[in-house]
């Protein structure tokens, strides 16, 4: 490509960024970094009466933990800051009035009251809504006074406006389905289609690669930098994110917002990864790619126009396939902010992060996202575990035994493991499965019985790491300490009526 790559994200700060905004910016960050070109970020905050306190900081924050960076701005303390459209207003007004002059726009001084008047009548004749045009054949001395006009493009009324879009190929529309839309807003602020046309201009932005939800606006756009005297820039709009319903991806899929994620504990290399894979794809087969992998084969022609299906199950998997790739020490980082929040009292604090690297050693394969961490570890923290007394014996209930009989056979075994435990001279995975094994056999028991049962006093759980390597970290003090009351369990229940 020989043209200079120059490319945008320019969201607008009313709420933090989703999904769907952020993978729009992460198309646009492949697209240049693959082209050796320019990603530019642009705040596009005209609209004052819609714009979220924190929104600009949650959009940077965004960005920055995916490892987005932005290549130019106003310099702040250092580094670049984005374009904001806001401190940009002059630029605009004077536009929109040479517009005017040129005989591409108008003053409308029509009423806001006035204009939901018409949309209401219109609506009741089953037409189309859009301005009626009534202030277009003013001339440039009649004026309302006390009333501050909006500037509106004159549309052209006859022929057609086209343009090709990368993805979707060439797009035609009859001008007379294009209504006089408001370039410059009675408080001097400019709308999107004016404020987008001019900046990308100025700042030399070569290829618009934004939502589908924008190809409706385009044909004006293309009407604007004819007006202009703008060369216009390529246009590729993406294909929408669907949920699994193939509805559009909304709040009642799930989780939609990119901090929501980072604070659930999906790592940023999964979800660059995942969200690439949103419209986009190497081929039929290829799931799990490098960030370098991304820039390398990044290209317009992958992009699909078709929705793309958002899965949380599919994220999850590829998030678990990325912490099982991660060192211990890596994941040892990662993991412990986690659970210093998510770990409920009376874990004493600071973790020991010698101990905390045992646990995770032995759930790392399970983890799928590390908010699970504190679920899946907490019994290695906890004095005791808590649990009904007849998961003890309920696996050997599964079998010959039943009721009070399996219990008393459990009680049984335990009454054998203890002493043997305390006596045993190396507390290691290694010579606890050397005693234990045989022992099984030795109490006619299958292993699968023993372990079982042995599985719920230490941890108070069915399922868990494995045994004999969980039983170390646990320690000889704190495993003798739940099968002692584990017995006391058992006993109790014996004694009940």
């Known amino acids: 490509m020989a043209q200079n790559v120059r490319v945008r994200y320019a969201p607008s700060p009313t709420g933090v960024p989703h999904v769907g905004n952020i993978r729009t910016a992460l ?6 970094r693959h082209h050796g070109g320019a990603f530019i970020l642009r705040i596009e905050d005209t609209d004052v009466a819609r714009t979220v306190p924190g929104a600009v900081e949650a959009i940077m924050g965004g960005l920055e933990w995916l490892g987005l960076d932005w290549d130019e701005g106003p310099k702040v303390g250092g580094y670049y800051g984005p374009y904001f459209q806001s401190q940009r207003l002059g630029i605009y007004g004077q536009e929109a009035q040479r517009l005017v002059a040129e005989g591409w726009a108008y003053r409308c001084f029509c009423s806001p009251e006035r204009l939901a008047e018409m949309r209401k009548e219109q609506m009741s004749r089953h037409q189309p809504p859009g301005y009626d045009r009534r202030c277009r054949s003013l001339s440039e001395r009649e004026v309302f006074p006390g009333v501050a006009p909006v500037v509106r493009f004159k549309t052209p009324l006859e022929g057609e406006t086209r343009f090709l879009d990368l993805i979707r190929g060439e797009v035609v529309v009859e001008n007379r389905t294009l209504d006089d839309f408001i370039l410059l807003k009675s408080d001097g602020y400019p709308t999107y289609h004016l404020a987008s046309v001019v900046d990308d201009h100025l700042m030399a932005i070569s290829h618009v690669m934004r939502a589908d939800e924008w190809l409706a606006s385009t044909p004006r756009h293309m009407l604007l930098y004819q007006a202009l005297g703008y060369p216009p820039p ?20 799930g989780a939609t917002s990119i901090m929501e994620f980072r604070e659930q504990g999906y790592l940023p290399q999964a979800m660059v990864n995942f969200l690439a894979l949103l419209g986009w794809s ?3 087969k290829t799931e799990i790619m490098s960030r370098q992998e991304l820039i390398r084969h990044f290209s317009l022609e992958r992009i699909g126009k078709t929705g793309a299906i958002f899965s949380h199950e599919k994220l999850g998997w590829m998030n678990g396939v990325y912490l099982r ?8 980082a990662q993991v412990l902010p ?6 409920s009292p009376p874990v004493p604090r600071p973790l020991d992060r010698g ?10 394969e399970r983890m799928r996202i590390l908010r699970e961490a504190a679920e899946l570890t907490d019994f290695f923290f906890l004095a005791d575990v808590e649990y009904p007394a007849a998961l003890l014996y309920q696996g050997l209930a599964k079998g010959a035994l039943e009721g009070s009989d399996a219990a008393a056979r459990a009680m049984t075994a335990l009454e054998a493991v203890v002493p043997r435990l305390k006596h045993l001279n190396s507390w290691d995975a290694a010579s606890l499965e050397g005693l234990l094994r045989p022992l099984a056999y030795e109490l006619r028991l299958t292993t699968g019985q023993l372990f079982g049962l042995l599985r719920v006093a230490v941890t108070g759980r069915t399922a868990a790491p494995p045994l004999f390597q969980t039983m170390a970290v646990l320690g000889r003090e704190r495993c003798l300490r739940r099968l002692t009351a584990a017995l006391g369990k058992l006993a109790s229940l014996q004694a009940s009526p």
Do not use: C, T
């Open 282 to 284: 190497l081929d039929d």
């Open 338 to 343: 986690y659970l210093e929040r998510d770990l």
């Open 355 to 364: 101990y905390v690297a045992q646990a995770l050693a032995l759930v790392q």
């Open 325 to 332: 790739q991660l060192s211990l020490e890596d994941l040892l």
């Open 27 to 32: 198309f646009n960050w492949l697209f240049a």
């Open 234 to 253: 390529h246009f590729a709009h993406l294909p929408m994110i669907l949920g699994p319903d193939r509805s559009k991806l909304s709040k009642r899929h």
